[in-house]
């Protein structure tokens, strides 16, 4: 089945970048995704990048995608201490109304 | 806003109970999910409804069982309810196009 994967866990220190990645299976999905859920609550959406485009920016966040590699990228920059989440990747498997998500990772921002 | 919410944030149930746990959203949206979320296995989703009365299996349905019988309301049963069912519960809903909104999640413990 169409799996997605991503590192369990990322340390920073305030005012960097940070780079989340993941990987994926599906080569056709219409959609890719980047979810954050704070510590005891739902996912909320981050920001979507549509599958013909390379990168979106968005403030803070960059997201890139390379569709040869099917990996995708969340950036953050000048991370502050509110960005300490779990960040989950998700691909639409196409042709259906499933959603694929990833393992999460754990971003810990140190002050 | 759309709205998602879940009837309880956390829940203490004994092993054998039936449990219920109730979602609903306030947008018309069509599909509407069920997702567990463990640590290191992300979310797993347990079933999805498509329409009213409408309902498939998603990954991980065994020991679980779902209700739509109104479109805002989707119902996710346990029938008999066991240790290996305390996760974190995330409902959903989405209508055709691009996302997902999530709840803020159920916290069950099966003792």
């Known amino acids: 089945g169409e799996d997605v994967e991503q590192s369990l866990f990322l340390s920073v220190r305030e005012g960097d970048s940070s780079v989340i990645n993941c990987t994926y299976t599906d080569s056709s999905s219409t959609y890719l995704y980047w979810y954050k859920q704070e510590p005891g609550a739902g996912l909320q959406l981050l920001t979507y990048?549509?599958?013909?485009?390379d990168m979106k920016q968005d403030q803070r966040l960059t997201v890139l995608l390379n569709k040869k590699d099917k990996h995708l990228s969340l950036r953050i920059a000048d991370t502050q201490t509110g960005d300490s989440a779990i960040y989950f990747c998700?691909?639409?498997?196409?042709?259906?109304?499933?959603?694929?998500f990833g393992t999460g990772t754990r971003l810990k921002v140190l002050a | 806003d759309v709205k998602v919410t879940q009837s309880s944030r956390y829940l203490v149930k004994r092993t054998g109970e039936k449990v219920f746990l109730e979602c609903v959203q306030d947008m018309d949206h069509e599909n509407m999910f069920w997702y567990r979320q463990d640590p290191g296995l992300g979310l797993r989703l347990i079933y999805f409804?498509?329409?009213?009365?409408?309902?498939e299996k998603g990954d991980i349905p065994e020991g679980y069982s779902v209700s739509r019988e109104k479109k805002e309301r989707f119902s996710l049963i346990l029938e008999s309810a066991s240790t290996n069912q305390t996760s974190m519960y995330l409902c959903a809903s989405s209508s055709d196009r691009v996302r997902e909104y999530f709840g803020p999640g159920t916290r069950l413990t099966v003792l």
């Open positions: 409804s498509y329409d009213v009365k409408m309902k």
């Open positions: 990048i549509f599958s013909n485009m």
């Open positions: 998700a691909e639409r498997e196409s042709g259906t109304y499933k959603y694929i």
